[in-house]
C-alpha cells in the first residue's frame, strides 16, 4: 500500500444493528455470516456455488465452541483492510474482533458486498492495471511482400 492511501471504511463498526436479519444472525449464528463473507471475498463477489455452511463456517464454528470464536473475524478483517486498502492496524482489528464479534462479522459482511460491487477499477491497487488499448494496423506493404515471397 506504498502508493495507494488507505479508505475509510464504508460502513461503521457501530452500526451493526442494520440489515436486522445480519445483526440477528451474527448474535445467533455467526459462523454463517462469517462464513459468507470469507466466501465473498475469496471468490470476488461471485457467490455462485455458495453453501450457507461451508469450510469457513465449520472452522468458525469449531472455533467459537472453542472459545476463540474471535480468531477467523480477526484475520478476515486484517485481510479484508489488505484487499480493499482500509485504514486500521492489527491492534484495531483484535480489537474489534475481541470487543464485539457480532458487531465486526456484520461490518464485515456489509463492506465485502460493497466493495465487491464497486467496479473492478474503482478497488484499490487495480489502477497501475489499466491498460491501454493497442491499435492493430496492419503493414500493407509488409502483407503484400509475404504473399508474393509464397
Known sequence: MS???????????????????????????????????????????????????NGACAASCALTTCGFGFVLPWINRSEMRSKYGLKGSGCTDCLCACCCTPCDITQQDKEAEYREKQPFMQQPGKEHMAYQQQQFQPQPQQFQTQLHQH
Open 3 to 53: 502508493q495507494n492511501q488507505e479508505q475509510e471504511w464504508h460502513y461503521s463498526g457501530s452500526d451493526c444493528c442494520s440489515p436486522f436479519s445480519t445483526c440477528f444472525l451474527s448474535w445467533c449464528c455467526p459462523c454463517f455470516v462469517y462464513g459468507k463473507t470469507h466466501y465473498r471475498m475469496k471468490n470476488q463477489g461471485n457467490m455462485n456455488g455458495y453453501s450457507s455452511f
